[in-house]
């Protein structure tokens, strides 16, 4: 539907969208299955989100296949077949073109399209929207699927523009594949992404330089072929499987383990570190003892297990050394995950910068200095992460209540409720944001939860003519507290420097911006919060002069949120099929 406002023709829509990733796919289809009139916007050619821009050599998941895929709808999780037990890049993004072909959600996207504003209209209560190509649109809701690393980081080195060869960023990697036989490449950052590019440029590189500012611990992938007696017993217990993820710690439906490392003998500890890093993967840190995430003691004798592994296997010292962290806890930065990252320094077309010791100081035509050094080079890779969590949203200028800008409101770091609201910013919904659980879970059941929750409450408010929803300070302010109490009881804050608080980028640590009490938990409150009619944020209804939401608004404490997570859901598993088949 289109109306004509001060000369500009504006398109009328029930919501917009950002972004064509795992959310920004699902939310399109729950939307549109509810009946109301979306329209999607992405700044990529085609979807798939992050998998769209991260084809660096070596892109690779960290979640099993199994489990890095949607289970709304059993059969699409029946019928898709994957091939290794940890999906390459270019497998997850036939996957996702495969979902926008099968439930044909193209038609709603418009692709190459940025949003540059979004203005929320007080008087009318929708947003004003304005996309790249100058179309805009009213919509009553706003909804953000743009990940929490989709905006590259790249540091400002002096020089840049002088160097004559060619540099690259590991987020925005070309579609033509780079040959790098004979080449001489740096790779700077050695996070996930830098260590999954440097396996693979150790490989044929004439000589690779690798750039490290900070030591990683790392835990091997141990990647194979997927069994299809696997694939096939996995997916005929689809259903069971699948509750387990939803109720799981980390959208994971694997065995988590209740036994304290410090209970068991020295040999039992070491039996059974050993036999999780044969297994390979993040069950590495959930499926051996309790304890690592939350105890020192605990976490060191794993974090030393790690560091021995590393020291079996560098043969030099003085690069061993250098490679070995020893100033952070063990899962306090996220881990990477490897299939040889260690091994590459042995081979003699590879060296190893510390940049705590010699930092770059500028690039030049031949190449970039570090120390006292000038290395030359064919090729820079940067591999240093993301303008994560708030970088997304940051690009689009959205401006709520009074004029208030996004951008100003923070400036010292994000500021919402529950992953979905930011006070201010009424019929915003930002799916995976600051707050919830996006960053520190498994994407897509993480993603879906947070797409069923939007969608859910939205379709809620068109049943009760409301017509306008936001979360308020008190319930945010009391959100953020329990948020913060949680992430104090893991390793998460003695991160030296994380794009999880933002000091990847040289700027003061805020606090953890994600709830720790796991997704299991999470989706329990959220459940809760719906369940009472969302009165914890403040609402709208059609017609009132005011807004009357306060009426019944309940900010509740941090010790309702333990309470609601803490109460055993028999009963939301005994929910979860019907519920689930209303999305399919
Ligand atoms: O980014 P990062 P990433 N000068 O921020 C260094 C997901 N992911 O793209 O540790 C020099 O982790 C920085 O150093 P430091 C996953 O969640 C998943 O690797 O901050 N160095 C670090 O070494 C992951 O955690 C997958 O001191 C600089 C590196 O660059 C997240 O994305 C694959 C620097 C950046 O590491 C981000 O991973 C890839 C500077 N100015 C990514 N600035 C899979 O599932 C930064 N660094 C497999």
Redesign the pocket.
Known sequence: MGSVTNGNAVTETDVVVVGAGFSGLYVVHSLAKLGFNVRAFEKAPDVGGTWYW?RYPG????SESLTYCYTFDEQLFKDWVWSERYPSGPEVLKYLRHVADRFNLRRYFQFETAIQSAVYDEAVRRWTITASTGEVLSARFFVTAVGN?SVP?T?TVPGIDTFQGQWLH??RWPLEPIDFTGKRVAV???????V?VIQEIAKTADHLTV?Q??P?FTIPLRNLPLDPDVQRLWKSNYRELTKKSRYSDGGLPFFVSEKPLKGVSAEEQKEGLERAWGIGGFRFLFGTFCDIGSDHEANKVAADFVRGKIADIVKDPATRETLTPTAYPLGA??IP?DTAYFQVYNQDNVSLVN?QVDP?SKMTPKGLVAGTTEHEFDLVIF????EAITGPLLQMDIVGRGGQKLNDTWADGPYAYMGVGVPGFPNLLTLGGPGGVGVISNVPPTAEQAVEFAAECIAYLRDHQIDEIEATTEATDLWNEHVRAMAQKTMYPYAP?S?YNGS?LGKKPRPFPAYTGGFGKYRRICDAVAAEGYTSFKTHRQGDKEVTGEDNYKAHDPEWYIRVASVPSNAELASWEGRSAMWT
Do not use: E, M, V
């Open positions: 991260n892109a690779r998941c960290d690393l980081a540091p590991t987020g700077i950052g050695t996070g996930s992404s830098g999954q750039f500012r900070t990683t930065k996220r995950l940049l770059i591999a240093t992460g993301f420097s794009w990847n």
